[in-house]
DNA sequence: CGAAATAACAAACAACCTGTTGTTTATTAC
DNA sequence: GTAATAAACAACAGGTTGTTTGTTATTTCG
């Protein structure tokens, strides 16, 4: 660094420890990773992982925020009343499109994705994801979520069952190979919501 | 251990070890948590604990085997055709039993569950009690489940949403300091599963 | 191009955690 | 009471962590 001019050698090695990274927690999963496998696999020095990270959990939470915050660019440029749309009519185009560029996301980094939120990855990062999916569809202030009065429940439980649901969904696509397309996965999670999963599974009227 | 007598002190060691787990798990998270933590805060030697088991996670699976099959227990001996009722009438007072015996369950067990189900727990243990859920509304055959014909969605993504929105709602009433009673949760969750989410938050109709 | 800046490197360190060893102490059965 | 059995213990070797050293290689900018 140098003037604000990025380093090569930087970008480098910070692709490598982030590709090892990747690859050890599918392999032996996030608790079991040492620094030292991180280094031999990205093939660099010790020394130098700590010169770009205090330590394998400050790694970690560089990714993560680093998704997070497409995530949240994503929702907010392209689609700035989700909420609003929901209220008039949940079946209207703007939820289902921006379903669609999530998923579509999700895509272009599933190999992280799939990582962290699989059976060895990163359970801090599945709560924030519940709950930016949870602020996605009823908004972000849980207080006045649950004063709604037309609310048949508490909203609380509206929210965290809605923002699990949807993470255990994406969580599925992931781990069963990306099968569907992202327009696929709208429609199929747009009709559970709508409809609710008991009458999705036909054990309903 | 003699004759199958139980030996006082075995007894007493081991409620140190899992209480001081539990301990440690909200505190630091169970990936940060030292078998010498463990045996520090349990006042117990560190060769003592390898006696009992083999490192800390054999010690987690053992804790959560327990959970497993005691609400294993509670579904299939109280509740043998949750699925066959689901199938004939979702309002049918069946389902809504068991709902309050397994959040009953959980009510007795809350200081293990929050800690596992929390932000520092075990991700492993989450997936095997989405499955759970999964297994004991829709049944426990993946295949079949996929191949049921008047499914809107593919069963697979109909288990993982409702799996995973179950288990967030449970986590949600444990974080929240269990104000509401079993039954008012069962209610809960029942209302959202029949209407679906989106009609349970007004959005709908 | 050449000089200055900076990243990456190997090596070494004290502190800590791990899992095993052989030994001592406490409990149980006869 | 005493022998058998199992639990509890202290000490040890091996590995990881986070940090530091002086040195080399690469990149940036004038």
Redesign the pocket.
Known sequence: ??????????????ESIRHALVELIEEKGFEA???????TR???????????Y????DLMMKCEEEIMLDMSRITKQNFPSVIAALKTDPLTETPFHLTVSIFEYLNGNSDFMKAVLGPKGDLSFQTRLKKFMWETLYGNNPNALAKEENFLVPGQYLGSFTGSAITGVIHQWLDSGRKESPQEMARILTTIMVNGPLFAAGLKK
Chains 1, 2 share one sequence.
Request: proline share 3%; no cysteine.
């Open positions: 660094m140098r003037n604000g001019n990025p380093d090569l050698r930087v970008i480098r090695t910070k990773i040492t620094v030292k496998d991180l280094t990205a093939k660099i020095n010790r020394g130098t992982f700590y010169a770009h205090q330590d394998k959990f």
